[in-house]
């Protein structure tokens, strides 16, 4: 009925322009689907993270609900099995490796001066490989049938240790959707390895030597060769697992000669590098943006670059130290608890360096560098922690206890994911063209860090007062109450946190300030580029002189090519 | 490699770029891995559906690069882009006539740290000696610790480890050579970073504190060792290799710190044919003080 009131041309142009505004939808939506553009398929991994970022939340908030309280039974005692996998899993895998790569893929042809990553089919090939392989392990919920009937996802533990996952102990296939999702995933994430790789050696901008390359570009190379190393093995194991439930075979089964160990050794020689492939990445973006932001260049670029091989090397060697109570000889304990303690001195190089970046310099306090900031003093004491747990007796104590979910969540949390969020604060406006809101953000950011850290150095004190993973719920008489509650009322506010930067994505894509092409005042290629950038990259090939091309060409009078 | 990896660059403004084009073909292939692997977990039909996807994804993926790669022309949108800062002040540290150095600006050839090092190492054998022969009544029992009896077990008896070895004797001497030599270099490293006195605070300093650090540890480490070192002795003997390694070291000229000199000159190797190969290295600085600057 309004219709008819409005002018004739009003009412035409109305229904004219729902089927193309389908039709444009729709071609937004095709043109998503087929691309083969890297910054493209950097934004739909890092989207396809963020989103299960809040899957992965969600499922840790239902944990901590459940251990808030003794004798809670908020979950079922099979569906908290479940979340507690399903959690792991998630944030490994769809949330940490998307998002890693996802940076990889939008910034790494932008820094080094190219037009696309080497293989552009690959790369779309590895992001839907890695897509289909999530979406398999989250349809175990509705599809997988387990030991309780239709609708089991896997709950062996993000570690799956045999024999556990034997068909004996894991009927039907939830088990299996894990083993397979993850088959699937591990060659997604191999072909943007190998795309990394072959991009950085072969396709740098004239005047990019390796010594000049960002120090984000080093980390990613360096982590796409140890993830070359590492994902093999798992996908290995895997096939074994496979092969164990469905031909007969016996690689884990102990009842049949097979071997318990044989897993924990498959699983953790890539689960440890993996820590570092979560890592590195991190390290490069606060890399680039502390020095940004301290109006610095980096200190000691050589000694960062060396000490982040020198990471990758080491981090191949120390797997066994998850493995102390296995009951290993004294011989494997003390090689494991040195070459260990050895990675501490390339993480101690670059946790000096970066100190020494900001030392002296104009700080500027933007929510990327609170983020970078923050990540510098936690990953410290992760660092810490780490060194603590790599001594053999002192791990006999702990191992199992929350003491070690608090390390780890000291590293993946307080170092992966505060330099995440940095990292998309920094080159969100490079990406979108839009700032994201410092208001929402520093809110972000504030309520992120009093989370963590009500959380999670509270679960260093419960870890010391024995309460061990994994458990379904305690007795309230073991002095664990209080703790909990708190740990969970932590994460609460975390998650919290994380739904105001959810929001601002949205909010500011939709009306936040105008970025231009270097809000930051930066000194790297990508800057040099539009915001965002148009599918070509650069309009001609750009030429570089020293590590801070930008710093080049704003500082005429005193270049730092002079000096490298 | 795409044809981006050759950076064509036969575009001018208002012209195009050649991009690899667009294509469903690696989503159908990823699905159908996807779906061949599910098969496994559902039905086999499944995995026959994601079988046919496969290699249709294969066949039409091929001739979508074979004979040659399809590639779409994207047309070169003239964006204004600025690249200048507001921030046109820069502040400087002080460190001499240069706008910019590196720190430290001079330090100690390579060489030098190994020279202390030898020399430090000798030096340190001596009262490492007087303590075997007057606490032990035998010289080689400072060598036997070092060179594996502290590793073994408690039953060994002191008499045993004041006996000569072979075995241990060479042991000892890798491990003293070895570590000799390093912490001489690591001497060159640090000396010019310690503002005031560097050979007290290298030569005595430094060597109290390790030696404090090592006797906190040890009791853990390996107490069968430790209730054999003699903490005075072990003192005197790092503070001996503080001093001589920190002395002949100082005594050795600096070297400026760049990193555009030339490899042979940051050792501290005289070699002028091979330091002028470099013109933008600078001037030669070998060695000796007429080089300070």
Same mark, same amino acid.
């Given at each position: ?371 970078? @900031?923050? *990540? ?7 660092? %810490?922690? +780490? ?5 053999? $007796? =002192? &791990? ?102 994380? @739904?105001? *930067? ?7 894509? %939709?009306? +936040? ?5 270097? $809000? =930051? &005042? ?43 | ?293």
């Amino acid at each position: 009925m309004a219709d008819q009131t409005l002018p004739i041309g009003g009412s035409i142009d109305v229904t004219l322009a729902r089927p193309e505004a389908r039709t444009a939808l729709l071609e937004w939506l095709h043109g998503w689907v087929v691309t083969v553009d890297h910054k493209r398929l950097g934004i739909l991994y890092i989207v396809y993270g963020i989103v299960f970022l809040l899957v992965g939340g969600v499922e840790a908030l239902a944990i901590r609900l459940q251990l808030a309280w003794p004798d809670n039974h908020f979950l079922s005692p099979e569906l908290y099995n479940e979340m507690f996998t399903m959690h792991g899993t998630t944030m490994v895998f769809l949330v940490g490796m998307t998002i890693v790569f996802g940076f990889a893929n939008y910034l790494v042809p932008l820094m080094i001066g190219a037009r696309d990553m080497a293989f552009p089919r690959l790369n779309a090939f590895s992001f839907w490989m890695t897509a289909f392989g999530g979406l398999l392990l989250y349809y175990s919920f509705i599809g997988g049938f387990g030991l309780y009937g239709m609708g089991a996802a896997p709950d062996v533990g993000w570690w799956a240790y045999a024999p556990l996952t034997a068909k004996a102990f894991s009927p039907g296939h939830a088990t299996d959707y894990w083993a397979l999702s993850l088959i699937v995933m591990g060659f997604g994430t191999l072909g943007t390895a190998i795309n990394v790789i072959a991009t950085t050696l072969s396709m740098r901008c004239k005047g990019m030597t390796l010594m000049r390359m960002p120090l984000f570009v080093w980390l990613m190379l360096v982590v796409s060769a140890l993830t070359l190393v590492t994902i093999t093995p798992l996908t290995a194991a895997q096939i074994m697992l496979t092969i164990d439930r469905y031909l007969g075979g016996h690689f884990f089964d102990t009842q049949a000669g097979g071997s318990a160990v044989v897993w924990m050794h498959f699983f953790w020689i890539f689960g440890h590098p993996e820590v570092y492939v979560l890592v590195l990445p991190a390290f490069g973006i606060a890399s680039e943006v502390i020095p940004v932001f301290s109006r610095k260049a980096i200190f000691g670029y050589p000694a960062m670059v060396a000490a982040s091989v020198g990471i990758a090397f080491v981090s191949l060697g120390v797997w066994a130290h998850h493995m102390f109570t296995v009951g290993m000889t004294s011989v494997g304990n003390t090689f494991f608890v040195l070459s260990t303690m050895l990675v501490g001195i390339p993480t101690g190089i670059k946790i000096f360096n970066w100190v020494a970046t900001v030392w002296g310099g104009k700080i500027r306090f933007k929510t990327p560098m609170l983020f970078a @900031l923050a *990540f510098v003093f936690q990953f410290l004491i992760a660092g %810490l922690t +780490g060194i603590m747990l790599s001594v053999a $007796p =002192w &791990d006999w104590q702990l191992h199992n206890s929350y003491f070690v979910i608090a390390h780890f969540h000291y590293v993946l949390v307080g170092a992966i994911v505060f330099n995440i969020f940095a990292g998309i604060y920094y080159w969100y406006p490079k990406a979108t063209g839009r700032m994201l809101s410092e208001t929402l953000g520093k809110w972000h950011f504030w309520l992120f860090l009093i989370g963590f850290h009500i959380t999670f150095d509270t679960m260093h004190y419960v870890g010391f007062l024995g309460m061990p993973r994994s458990i379904y719920t305690y007795e309230p008489d073991r002095g664990w109450n209080h703790l909990n509650l708190i740990i969970s009322l932590g994460g609460l506010i975390q998650g919290i946190a994380v @739904l105001i *930067f959810a929001w601002n994505l949205i909010h500011s894509y %939709l009306r +936040g300030k105008r970025a231009g092409n270097d $809000p =930051w &005042d930066a000194w790297t290629l990508e800057w040099s580029a539009p915001s965002p950038p148009p599918a070509y990259n650069f309009a001609t090939d750009p030429e570089v002189h020293s590590r801070r091309p930008l710093w080049d060409l704003k500082h005429p009078e005193d270049p730092d090519w002079k000096y490298e | 490699m795409t044809e981006t990896a050759q950076h064509k660059t036969e575009h001018g403004q208002g012209g195009t770029i050649q991009l690899p084009a667009p294509t469903h073909w690696p989503i159908i292939l990823a699905f159908g891995c996807t779906m061949a692997a599910a098969g496994l977990v559902t039905s086999v039909w499944v995995s026959v559906f994601g079988g046919v996807l496969m290699v249709s994804g294969c066949v039409g993926w091929f001739r979508q690069v074979l004979p040659h790669e399809a590639h779409e022309s994207v047309p070169v949108v003239d964006h204004a882009v600025t690249i200048a800062t507001s921030r046109r002040l820069v502040e400087r540290l002080q460190i001499g006539p240069e706008q910019r150095a590196l720190l430290p600006v001079e330090t100690y050839p390579v060489l030098s740290g190994i020279k202390g090092g030898i020399a430090g190492g000798i030096a340190m054998i001596l009262p490492a000696l007087l303590y075997g022969l007057i606490a032990q009544h035998s010289i080689w029992y400072p060598v036997n610790l070092l060179g594996g009896a502290g590793a073994t077990s408690s039953s060994i008896t002191t008499a045993e480890i004041a006996t000569f070895h072979w075995s241990w004797l060479l042991i000892a001497i890798v491990i003293h050579s070895i570590t000799c030599l390093l912490v001489g270099l690591l001497y060159g490293a640090m000396l010019p970073m310690l503002p005031r006195r560097p050979v007290l605070l290298g030569g005595v300093v430094a060597p109290l504190l390790w030696t404090g650090l090592l006797h906190s540890s040890m009791g853990i480490i390996n107490p069968a060792l430790d209730a054999r070192i003699h903490w005075g002795w072990f003192v005197i003997s790092q503070v001996t290799f503080g001093v001589v390694a920190g002395l002949v070291v100082a005594r050795e000229g600096r070297i400026r710190t760049t990193g555009r000199l030339p490899f042979f000159a940051r050792m501290g190797i005289e070699a002028p044919g091979l330091m002028e190969s470099n013109p933008d290295a600078g001037p030669p600085l070998p060695r000796g003080k007429e080089n300070h600057r």
